[in-house]
Nanobody
Framework: QVQLVESGGGLVQAGGSLRLSCAAS????????MGWYRQAPGKQRELVAV???????NLADSVKGRFAISRDGAKNTVYLQMNSLKPEDTAVYYC??????????WGQGTQVTVSS
């Protein structure tokens, strides 16, 4: 089992920045992928950014150039630095942990609201 604790959401004006953090604990395999998904009201959950334990990243086209994902392997923590935020970035952001190629775990979600 893996537990995820998220922090860093909130309300920000358009053009502002926020940083999300997600710490994983429990039984963690050496190969894993951590990342963030988001879900806006009335829409499906979508990938924002993920990073493997080896450092490979994948970001949604809509956030490239504005968001950056990083991780601290020693702390099993992933960070999402969000800059130049837009109202369309408003959503609940969920931390995701993929254990190897197997089990997946979700955080409880953190609200990000960007006002225009």
């Amino acid at each position: 089992q893996v537990q995820l604790v998220e922090s860093g959401g909130g309300l920000v004006q358009a053009g502002g920045s926020l940083r999300l953090s997600c710490a994983a604990s429990g039984t963690i395999f050496s190969f894993n992928t951590m990342g963030w998904y988001r879900q806006a009201p009335g829409k499906q959950r979508e990938l924002v950014a993920v990073i493997t334990s080896g450092g490979s990243t994948n970001l949604a086209d809509s956030v490239k150039g504005r968001f950056a994902i990083s991780r601290d392997g020693a702390k099993n923590t992933v960070y999402l630095q969000m800059n130049s935020l837009k109202p369309e970035d408003t959503a609940v952001y969920y931390c995701n942990f993929l254990q190897g190629f197997g089990a997946t775990y979700w955080g409880q979600g953190t609200q990000v609201t960007v006002s225009s």
